[in-house]
């Protein structure tokens, strides 16, 4: 295919794999990159050491185009920003923050930038700032998430009848039907997080694919709203919140229940019970654990089988 956004990142295919902590570090990010869509390194949960080796590692597992993921609340974020830019990374996805922050210091080093938004009025403040494109995420989003709960199906278009920067659409997307559906709203690329989380590649921790597996409707929920609002599985940690929040709990109680690196507990050490596991409500749909390469193939034929099937209908 070769649309705005195949053109804009180099690609075959308009697959993007989400940038998630403690999910996607070198080797899921090359495997999708080689099979033809685009892969991001989730810089969230990585030392600068650390994002550095991850960086160096994606580049000799894949000759093609690859992106970093950096949320812009990161503590050490000017390290991370100096260490793409030494290293030449071709493509950078900021979230979490405001995009007039690092986007003419990244396209001055002549790198491609996108911004993450949940509302249109967040969509018109990267238009504004030069973004290239914008990924639109919708409230069936696991993991960081807007706080005014607005599903894909309705974000998409209000985005589109203002911007005119490409939209990549994220947030309930697993499948080449509902990549298709997104495409029928103005989207020109998906991005896809749960999906590649039960891949092969993904440096997940297995209880936690296991966890995504098992996941069934209704079993995640956005939390945390006072906080940085959030969707979790319903496990007993997530209970605890919700008790709290039930009974009151102001934003210094909740922040000591959370304590700190509940996210790596849960995604990378594999504790189900204490840790914070974020995924999206299409992980009930999510029932196999495959190579990244098997998940991008089998969404691209879906997507290519889900149009031919509409065009019976003209
Ligand atoms: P290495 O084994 O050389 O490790 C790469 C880096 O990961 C090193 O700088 C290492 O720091 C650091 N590291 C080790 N344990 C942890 C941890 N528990 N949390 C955060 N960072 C850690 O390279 P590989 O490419 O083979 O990767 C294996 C390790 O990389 C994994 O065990 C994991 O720790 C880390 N990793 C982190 C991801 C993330 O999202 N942050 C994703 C994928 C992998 P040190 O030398 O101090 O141990
Ligand atoms: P916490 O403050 O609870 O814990 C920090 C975690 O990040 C620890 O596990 C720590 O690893 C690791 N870490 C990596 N680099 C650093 C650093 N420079 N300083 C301190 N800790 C570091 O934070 P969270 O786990 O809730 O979030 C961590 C990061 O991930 C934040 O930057 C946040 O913005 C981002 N995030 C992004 C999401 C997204 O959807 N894009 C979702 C959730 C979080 P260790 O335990 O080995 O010290």
């Not at 956004?5 to 495997?31: D, H, R, T």
């Not at 098992?214 to 599985?233: A, F």
């Not at 019970?273 to 196999?288: F, N, P, T």
């Amino acid at each position: 295919m070769l649309n705005r956004v195949c053109q804009l990142f180099g690609i075959e295919k308009p697959i993007i794999q989400a940038g998630m902590i403690w999910c996607s570090g070198w080797e899921l990010a090359a495997a999708v990159s080689n099979a033809g869509g685009l892969g991001i390194i989730g810089s969230g949960s990585m030392y600068p050491d650390v994002l550095r080796s991850h960086i160096q590692k994606c580049k000799s597992a894949t000759a093609k185009p690859f992106a970093v993921n950096v949320p812009l609340l990161y503590p050490n974020i000017e390290e991370h920003i100096q260490i793409i830019i030494d290293e030449k990374v071709p493509i950078v996805f900021t979230s979490a923050g405001n995009p007039k922050t690092f986007t003419a210091k990244l396209k001055a080093a002549g790198i491609v930038v996108v911004h993450v938004v949940s509302a249109l009025k967040f969509a018109l403040k990267c238009q504004e700032a030069g973004v290239d494109a914008i990924v639109a995420e919708g409230f069936e989003a696991g993991g960081h998430n807007g706080r005014e709960e607005t599903t894909t199906m309705v974000l998409i278009p209000q985005i589109k009848a203002h911007i005119q920067i490409p939209i990549i659409a994220a947030g309930g997307i697993a499948t080449g039907a509902q990549m298709a559906a997104a495409f029928a709203l103005g989207a020109e690329a998906v991005q896809i997080g749960s999906r590649f989380v039960a891949s092969l590649e993904s440096s997940a921790h297995p209880n936690f694919k296991q966890a995504v597996i098992n996941t069934n409707e209704g079993d995640t929920q956005l939390t945390l709203k006072q906080l940085t609002p959030v969707r979790l599985i319903k496990n007993d940690f997530f209970k605890r919140v919700d008790e709290a929040e039930k009974k009151g709990a102001d934003k210094d109680e909740l922040n000591a229940l959370l304590g700190r690196a509940r996210a790596k507990k849960g995604m990378f050490e594999g504790d189900l019970v204490e840790g914070e596991l974020e995924i999206g409500q299409v992980s009930a749909m999510i029932k196999s654990l495959l190579p990244a390469a098997e998940i991008v193939d089998e969404i691209y034929k879906d997507y290519l089988r889900t149009l031919r099937e509409l065009s019976q209908l003209l």
